[in-house]
T-cell receptor, first 113, second 111 residues
């Protein structure tokens, strides 16, 4: 089955700087890669996703890049703000995967004022 | 757009007591539904998923069970809770293309 590794487990950046979180996956058939943001005491919220026919996707200050050859994908947050502080999860899903997503273990992003 | 309702939001139950967590969804038909658990340490563990009424697949053997009596209703149950069942339980729905949306979760503390 799929295995997703996520790094780092904790990331502290100064407000206004950029943050990068990286994930690798094992199943070359996986073709869908979402990112979730989870604030304390709440359910994870989908913030951006990418499919394997695309190399990069941007939405305002966040972007995701995918390298299918190397089987890794990354989340980039620019101009970080205090409200970006949260736990971020990456995930991967094979085609037709009704059994859901395989998640990384999460990255606790801390934005220092 | 889809909406996921989960209840109760918080509960404290003694060891050996039964459990029932309920999830209902709106704004979609015949969705895939999921129960995840998030223990301390923040990882997300898939417990059950369902592709239709009465169809349940279990990912992890445990003393929990799930049922889907209606298209938009998914229930997580236990006959006798263990201390290790404590955690944050999340209902989720899957749309076409494997996009998954989570509810707000239910905090369970077994004492």
């Amino acid at each position: 089955g799929e295995n997703v590794e996520q790094h780092p487990s904790t990331l502290s950046v100064q407000e206004g700087d950029s943050a990068v979180i990286k994930c690798t996956y094992s199943d070359s058939a996986s073709n869908y890669f979402p990112w979730y943001k989870q604030e304390l005491g709440k359910g994870p919220q989908l913030i951006i996703d990418i499919r394997s026919n695309v190399g990069e996707k941007k939405d305002q200050r966040i972007a995701v890049t995918l390298n299918k050859t190397a089987k890794h994908f990354s989340l980039h947050i620019t101009e970080t703000q205090p409200e970006d502080s949260a736990v971020y999860f990456c995930a991967a899903s094979p085609p037709g995967g009704a059994d859901g997503l395989t998640f990384g273990k999460g990255t606790h992003l801390i934005i220092q004022p | 757009s889809q909406t996921i309702h989960q209840w109760p939001a918080t509960l404290v139950q003694p060891v050996g007591s039964p459990l029932s967590l309920e999830c209902t969804v709106e704004g979609t038909s015949n969705p895939n539904l999921y129960w995840y658990r998030q223990a301390a340490g923040r990882g997300l563990q898939l417990l059950f998923y369902s592709v239709g009424i009465g169809q349940i697949s279990s990912e992890v053997p445990q003393n929990l069970s799930a049922s889907r009596p209606q298209d938009r209703q998914f229930i997580l149950s236990s006959k006798k809770l263990l201390l290790s069942d404590s955690g944050f339980y999340l209902c989720a729905l899957g749309t076409a293309g494997n996009t998954i949306y989570f509810g707000e979760g239910s905090w369970l503390t077994v004492v």
